[in-house]
């Protein structure tokens, strides 16, 4: 894949973006305010979500895996970037083949991006504990994940709407 300046430029200020979002969103723990252990909003992934309408998914997941590997070298915790990275990689799968649908608006793509990516780090807990236990919290986090998608959704809409009468997007 070869990407123009502006591209390449564009794709790494949202790989910014989503580090500055991720950091802020662990500098607030939600676990004070609802006590679901391992729940966040995933504020990261409105980025992920911009980035997949408004430049492919080519350069979405390029911001993903960045955002993945520089998330756990800055945070100085390798051991998470497993549960990271299924995470994120079962979230960009299901929500690229949602968008190709035409059936689902961002709200819903958001809801099952977040829901995917909840699997991919419950089988990313199953792989490394090696037992099946984690598999009886999926069905708390994916209850969760209809707030976080949607919440994550209904943002990254209204930045779609901010931006409509912008020439950012434009190539």
């Known amino acids: 894949m070869k990407l123009t300046t502006r591209q390449l430029t564009l794709c790494a200020v949202l790989t910014a ?3 500055a979002l991720s950091y802020l ?16 909003l995933g504020l990261a992934n409105i ?11 080519a350069q979405a997941a390029l911001i993903l895996l960045a955002r993945c590997l520089l998330g756990a070298v800055f945070a100085g915790n390798m051991s998470a970037l497993i549960f990271s990275v299924m995470g994120g990689a079962a979230a960009m ?3 690229i083949l949602l968008s190709r649908t035409g059936r689902l608006s961002v709200y ?3 809801v099952g991006g977040a829901a995917a990516h909840n699997c991919g ?3 990313a807990a199953v792989l ?5 236990a984690p598999l009886y919290y999926l069905p708390v986090l994916l209850g969760v994940s209809l707030v976080t998608g949607a919440v994550t ?8 709407r901010a931006l409509a009468h912008t020439r950012l997007l434009s190539n």
Do not use: D, R
Not at 128 to 132: E, R
Not at 153 to 160: E, H, K, S
């Open 121 to 123: 780090q419950v089988a």
């Open 108 to 110: 819903g793509v958001s």
């Open 47 to 57: 980025v992920t979500l911009f980035a997949l309408y408004a430049l492919g998914p």
């Open 93 to 95: 799968a299901v929500m």
């Open 128 to 132: 490394t504990l090696g037992n099946g």
């Open 17 to 19: 973006m989503a580090l």
């Open 153 to 160: 959704g209904v943002v990254t809409a209204c930045l779609f």
């Open 25 to 40: 969103e662990s500098a607030f723990p939600l676990a004070l305010t609802v006590p679901i252990p391992g729940m966040k």
